[in-house]
């Protein structure tokens, strides 16, 4: 059983409490989505006070629309939807206002970490997370490669390698057809392979 | 084998590695990677890739994000605060109070229908359960009695095998022309040893008979012609029982009659009972319908035209054969002013 359906037990009871103006089962709500939102949010817009902002946003947007939830997803996809349109429409205006570069990243890449992702991705025995994880450098080189995809791809690998979702899930929260998610997740882990390969 | 070959080969190993392929697409591609090398180390690529993304450290919403949205919301009117204790309690009391009046009200309803319950049983039951009605009734001294009477000292048990026992006592406006008519009456039906003398001067007038049925009968029918001017007609029947007696008020000749006619002692019982309740019932009634709705399943009734009081006159019989035996009766009738 993946995370995201294990927490859905109770979320029809908290909907709603929540409509009928339960301020603690609003807070409760929010603790327990919280940090999975911003989670996902900070690994699409890579800014931790955006995110900060944007999760913010998705809440306030989450509350004020829960009548609308006819439940016909889970409230877990639902929120997350809302989190993800956010920080997509947030993404595209910050790409026309000029907001958003990693030019000056580029340039902080030292020699000794030339080819770090290649021997990775070609490593026969797979990559331990632990050793990735405290690997703050690596990381880097990750999020990286990550911001150089597109925000549409960047946002369906996050929510499957990071978030856990499933291809349905996915396709409620970007609202797109199953098939398109196979073919998008497909073109941007091999674009994600190739920018990774290609980081010097 | 390469990509190019397969255009869609990246899709189903990405599909391979999440786990979302069928069991023929999963048999395929372990084929594939099993028989191509270059598939297998794509396929090898794509699953390090995946790794490296997903072994991103986790990192959680700041500690005031909490605050920050409810203050968002707050502000936006969206959290409404907790329901107040006493506005509460306000509010629940209200429903208590209102279930309380619906229970009031329900206890109310059923109250009335026990009451009507009890009215349409007393006028439509059977037989068998009037003569309860008639062991438990306690009337008021001012209403028609159905009681077995009790303290009267002339009340003396007849055994079951006795003939009719009982006393007539009427009162009338008209007591001297009443007594005048019932010792004419006597004389003309009882034979002289059969009947005591009256007593006149004394405010009630007693005349003690002990006569056979025929011609007691011949005398309740001269009687019945004088029965407009009796205010008050009521029979105590003598029981089996020590100081017992079955009331019957606003008794009437023919149901005299009828209870004497009856050969057995116990139907004589019953069926004054059946007169006792019967009447009872009509005079607590005001259409007095009762009378007819119950006439078809009660002992046949004795038609009497009115009578006509014919003083001077020699008395008029009507009913000669309806007690035609001579078993003896004993019957002590009371004439008292009203």
């Not at chain 2, 506005?87 to 629940?92: K, L, S």
Request: aromatic letters at 4%.
């Amino acid at each position: 059983m993946t995370k995201a359906a294990s927490i859905s037990i109770n979320d029809a009871v908290l909907v709603q409490q929540c409509r009928q103006g339960d301020s603690t089962a609003t807070e409760r709500l929010i603790l327990k989505y919280q940090n999975r939102i911003y989670n996902a949010i900070l690994r699409i817009c890579a800014n931790p006070d955006d995110a900060a902002e944007l999760t913010q946003d998705t809440f306030v947007k989450v509350i004020e629309n829960i009548d609308k939830f006819e439940g016909r997803s889970s409230f877990y996809t639902w929120a997350f939807r809302i989190g993800v349109n956010l920080t997509l429409n947030y993404c595209q205006r910050s790409v026309k206002l000029g907001l958003k570069s990693l030019d000056a990243e580029d340039n902080e890449d030292s020699s000794k970490d030339k080819g770090v992702l290649k021997a990775f991705l070609t490593d026969d025995s797979s990559p331990d997370p632990a050793v990735v994880a405290q690997n703050k450098e690596l990381c880097r080189l990750v999020v990286k490669a990550l911001m150089k995809l597109d925000d549409a791809q960047r946002a369906v690998i996050v929510l499957r390698d990071i978030e856990g979702m499933s291809y349905t899930q996915i396709a409620e929260v970007l609202d797109i057809e199953l098939g398109t998610v196979r073919s998008r997740l497909s073109r941007a882990r091999t674009n994600l392979r190739q920018i990774m390969e290609a980081i010097p | 084998m390469s990509q190019n070959e397969f255009p869609d080969i990246d899709e189903l190993l990405n599909g391979f590695i999440d786990g979302e392929l069928d069991q023929r697409q999963q048999t395929e591609v372990q084929r594939l990677i099993k028989h191509d090398k270059h598939i297998a180390e794509r396929l090898q690529e794509l699953r390090n890739c995946r790794r490296l993304v997903s072994s991103l450290p986790y990192t959680e919403a700041p500690q005031e994000l909490l605050g920050d949205i409810k203050a968002s919301l707050e502000e936006r009117k969206l959290l409404v605060q907790p329901v107040p204790v006493r506005q509460y309690r306000r509010e629940h009391e209200g429903a208590r109070h209102l279930l309380f009046r619906k229970l009031t009200t329900a206890a109310a309803m059923i109250g009335l229908v026990a009451v009507l319950a009890v009215v349409i049983y007393t006028i439509v039951a059977p037989q068998a359960s009037i003569d309860k009605l008639v062991a438990v009734f306690q009337p008021k001294e001012s209403e028609p009695a159905v009681v077995i009477a009790a303290a009267d000292t002339t009340v003396k048990p007849v055994s079951a095998g006795m003939e009719f026992s009982g006393r007539l006592e009427l009162k009338t406006g008209t007591s001297s022309e009443v007594v005048a008519f019932i010792n004419k009456a006597i004389e003309s039906n009882i034979p002289a040893d059969q009947r005591s003398t009256a007593v006149p001067g004394r405010p009630r007038e007693s005349f003690a008979l002990t006569c056979s049925r025929q011609n007691l009968g011949l005398l309740l029918a001269d009687l019945d012609t004088i029965w407009d001017r009796i205010d008050s007609a009521t029979l105590f029947v003598d029981t089996d029982q020590p100081k017992g007696q079955i009331v019957i008020d606003a008794v009437a000749p023919e149901q005299i009659i009828e209870i004497a006619k009856q050969d057995d002692f116990q139907t004589q019982q019953k069926s004054a009972k059946y007169f006792a309740a019967l009447n009872n019932i009509e005079q607590t009634l005001p259409g007095k319908e009762v009378l007819t709705a119950v006439d078809e399943k009660g002992p046949q009734l004795i038609t009497i035209p009115k009578p006509v009081l014919t003083s001077g006159e020699e008395t008029i019989k009507k009913l000669p054969t309806q007690l035609e035996d001579s078993r003896i009766v004993h019957l002590t009738i009371t004439v008292a002013e009203r």
